[in-house]
């Protein structure tokens, strides 16, 4: 699928799935630096991962609490852009599925991904299954935001 150069990219709708890592705050900034020169909305979505072993309602004190807290950094980083966002917190089995649906609902324009990256052997790095599984099955542009390798 051929997209434009991300300089003439159309952004009305930016999804980034966020965890409470240093980096998923980087996707929210650069998310928000494409956010604020394009006058778009930005859309947080925290995944809460539930074991097939529980319930998809079961109790996850501690879970929810990392989603409130990264909430509140993600709100931050907007704030310091001037960018108002929506956070989004969803329960599934596994985050890739959830991410892309909530893409596919939400009519995202693009998704901001943090990807910290896996190491194999020979020193080669890769993405995590749900980087990979989101690249792969999105309905629009994914643009990864990866540390350099070491």
Do not use: N, Q, W
């Amino acid at each position: 699928m051929a997209t434009a150069p991300m300089s003439h990219a159309v952004y009305r709708r930016l999804l980034v799935p966020i965890a409470g890592s240093s980096e998923s705050r980087r996707a929210v900034e650069i998310a928000c630096s494409l956010a604020a020169e394009r006058d778009a909305e930005l859309v947080v979505v925290f995944v809460l991962e539930v074991s097939p072993l529980l319930p998809l309602d079961a109790r996850m004190d501690d879970e929810e609490a990392a989603a409130r807290t990264a909430f509140r950094e993600a709100e931050e980083i907007a704030d310091s852009f001037a960018i108002r966002l929506r956070g989004r917190k969803v329960r599934a089995r596994d985050a890739g599925p959830a991410i892309v649906d909530a893409a596919e609902e939400l009519g995202a324009d693009v998704v901001v991904i943090a990807a910290p990256r896996k190491r194999r052997a020979y020193g080669r790095s890769r993405f995590g299954a749900t980087v990979r599984y989101v690249l792969a099955k999105a309905p629009c542009p994914v643009i990864v935001a990866a540390p350099p390798l070491a």
